[in-house]
């Protein structure tokens, strides 16, 4: 997109401008800084926003030409060049910069912020959404396409000054002032949720884990729930990062302090340290450290707890964990196939319970409890009313691992047949695997002479 304007001049109360100016970047930065801000709060930057558009309207100012003659408003350009902002991020200062512009002055070296002259505490560049929309929609307004970032800035870049101010957090987290603890809680979580580079810098010691989580002891991790809930949350962002995951794991403090967070923290905690679990378990030696430290029976628990909010993170990490064979005794013997079944007849999370309950159909207690719990008419009316094709599957594969554990079901799932050809038809339509499974369910029932008819 072409770009030959000049700065104009005006002769509108500048004054005004400005108090409106400061107001929008104090709104702006209320936003990007707060996780959980009010939608007044947008609503407030938008009416700013809309303020400085009717003095650009009306009297061209603070206003920059694009061809065409299309005047693009002060806050959309970025400090640096003077051009619309196609990437627009805050730094540790506050300000808003187009992305390829402040990024290549930190590569270069520079630590300042360009427009307050203020060292930076750190080097984090965090997206600013909310400018982006709206230089996005200003830009639909007139017709112009929005163009794509630049992509030849390099990636993040780990400096020094980003190490000291993560040591500086961390000696914040062991101090002896609880208000230290928590704003450093606070900071921590944000800046391992935006940045990547971040993230990494935690792998660089084994150390650095124990003294994240040192504010935390053991039997008191719930004393106080907003630093719990933080820290506990640092723990997910930083579990994220491949690099991270075995780190995390083997720390002997972080499993206790997750399974007592599952028992003991806010919802929102609970949520966070079952989502811990799922991450975490993406590495198959860490299925085992996390089934054997007893995590499966509080996160079945808190399944049966029920709360939406937590309920689908528990059932990643309960269906992740139990990919490892050992992991699906310790899940059916810590009582998940009641909590499933009872979930799944009460309509809850049909679709990530069914598969939990497949891959732990190959166990012969759950199988038997299955039997005893009603799931055979449940599972044949889903495979009968459900439209989804996965579901179907789950349930066939249960079903097919029933009637090859026994004889005591097959008179139930022949009168099915029988009347509805549920398999028979199932084996004609049903996904890939549901047809091998139906297929091998009428085979099954041929040899033993239960039906006189196959697909």
Not at 215 to 236: F, K, N, R, W
Request: hydrophobic share 40%; net charge neutral.
């Amino acid at each position: 997109m072409a770009r030959t304007g000049v700065l104009e001049e005006t002769d509108v109360s500048a004054k005004e401008a400005m108090e409106i100016k400061k107001q929008l970047r104090r709104l702006v930065k209320d936003i990007v800084e707060e996780e959980d801000y009010r939608v007044e709060t947008a609503d407030e930057a938008i009416r700013a926003l809309s303020s400085l558009k009717d003095f650009k309207t009306s009297k061209q100012s603070l206003s920059f030409k694009l061809g065409g003659g299309v005047h693009v408003p002060q806050e959309f350009r970025c400090p640096i060049s003077g051009e619309l902002m196609i990437d627009p991020v805050v730094m540790a200062t506050g300000q808003t910069y187009d992305r390829s512009f402040i990024q290549r002055l930190l590569n270069e070296g520079n630590r300042t912020c360009p427009q307050t002259k203020q060292v930076l505490a750190h080097t984090i560049l965090t997206p600013n959404h909310l400018v982006q929309e709206m230089i996005s929609q200003w830009c639909k307004e007139h017709g112009i396409e929005f163009p794509k970032p630049v992509q030849d800035i390099g990636e993040e870049v780990v400096t020094s000054a980003d190490r000291d101010y993560l040591n500086a957090l961390l000696e914040k987290t062991s101090s002896s002032f609880l208000s230290d603890q928590k704003e450093a809680a606070k900071e921590l979580r944000l800046l391992t949720k935006r940045s990547s580079s971040f993230r990494a810098l935690f792998g660089e010691s084994a150390e650095i884990i124990s003294q994240l989580l040192s504010p935390l002891s053991p039997g008191q991790v719930a004393t106080h729930p907003d630093l719990q809930e933080d820290l506990i949350t640092t723990l997910l962002n930083l579990s994220i990062h491949d690099n991270n995951k075995r780190l995390v794991a083997e720390n002997p403090l972080v499993i206790p302090l997750l399974i007592e967070s599952l028992m003991f923290g806010t919802i929102q905690t609970k949520s966070n340290a079952a989502a811990t679990f799922f991450t975490l378990s993406a590495i198959d030696s860490n299925k085992i450290v996390i089934g054997t430290s007893g995590a499966l029976k509080p996160l079945i628990d808190l399944l049966h707890e029920g709360h939406p909010l937590a309920l689908k993170d528990v059932a990643s990490a309960i269906f992740s964990l139990c990919t490892d064979l050992e992991n699906r005794g310790r899940a059916v013997n810590a009582g998940a196939v009641r909590v499933i079944l009872k979930k799944i007849m009460d309509g809850v999370l049909v679709a990530e319970l069914l598969a939990i309950l497949a891959i732990i159909s190959t166990h012969q207690k759950a199988i038997q409890e299955m039997c005893e719990l009603g799931a055979v008419p449940c599972l044949i009316g889903i495979i009968r009313e459900s439209e989804c094709g996965r579901d179907k599957e789950n349930c066939i594969v249960i079903l097919y691992n029933i009637c090859f554990s026994g004889r005591s079901k097959l008179k139930e799932i022949k009168e099915e047949e029988m009347a509805n050809a549920t398999f028979s038809r199932l084996a004609q339509s049903g996904t890939s695997r549901a047809k091998r499974k139906a297929i091998g369910i009428l085979e099954r029932l041929n040899k033993t002479g239960s039906v006189t008819h196959t697909a």
